[in-house]
């Protein structure tokens, strides 16, 4: 099986780092618990709910890139599913510089044939235009992500798409858990 991951959110809980950095930046006006919610849906979202400036989205991305590689911790058993895979690829609007940078402090680059970032040039989600490029490089099996936009591109091309920890209506599988990988996703492995 060769799986398309997202990255905040799906491989690694990065979404409270980027919520406290988003908190510091807007002030005492909105709550943490609050940005959370916006910044799932979406970064645009929140953006656009905050009604934020130039320089205050220039500052949220100065901080961003400040985060510490162990501030950005992995899913309990994410490993376990990237293991089991036979080519693991990502697809994220992060930096190249970051998602390296995470992925080496947590010694995870050794399971990934490829990715595409921000960096690359590719329309962002959910355009599928970055899908279909790895899809014809890897022949992908199935697209794992925390948000509808991350699957939406690969139902769009014919592939599988897996919601991590949501429940919005739209996606082949759903698992709150990567414990729930092998009986979900796939009932059939029996080397786990």
Request: charged share 25%; aromatic share 12%; proline share 4%.
């Amino acid at each position: 099986m060769n799986i398309l991951w997202d990255f905040d959110g799906t491989l690694f809980d990065t979404y409270p780092a980027y919520t406290k950095v988003m908190s510091q930046v807007l002030g005492s006006g909105a709550e943490e618990k609050e940005i959370y919610g916006h910044l799932k849906i979406s970064l645009g979202h929140a953006i656009e709910h905050y009604q934020m400036s130039e320089s205050q989205l220039k500052e949220v991305d100065r901080l961003n890139q400040l985060i510490d590689p162990k501030d950005m911790i992995p899913f309990e058993q994410a490993e376990e599913v990237l293991k089991f895979a036979d080519k693991n690829v990502i697809m994220t609007h992060k930096h190249r510089a970051g998602v390296l940078a995470v992925l080496k402090h947590h010694g995870w680059e050794k399971y990934f044939a490829d990715m595409v970032t921000i960096d690359d040039g590719f329309p962002r989600k959910p355009d599928s235009a970055s899908y279909l490029y790895l899809h014809k490089k890897h022949h992908i099996d199935l697209a794992i992500g925390d948000r509808l936009l991350d699957i939406l591109p690969a139902k769009e091309l014919g592939i599988a798409g897996c919601l991590f920890q949501n429940q919005q209506e739209g996606a082949d599988y759903y698992l709150n858990h990567y414990s729930e990988f092998f009986n979900v996703v796939y009932p059939g492995n029996s080397a786990r």
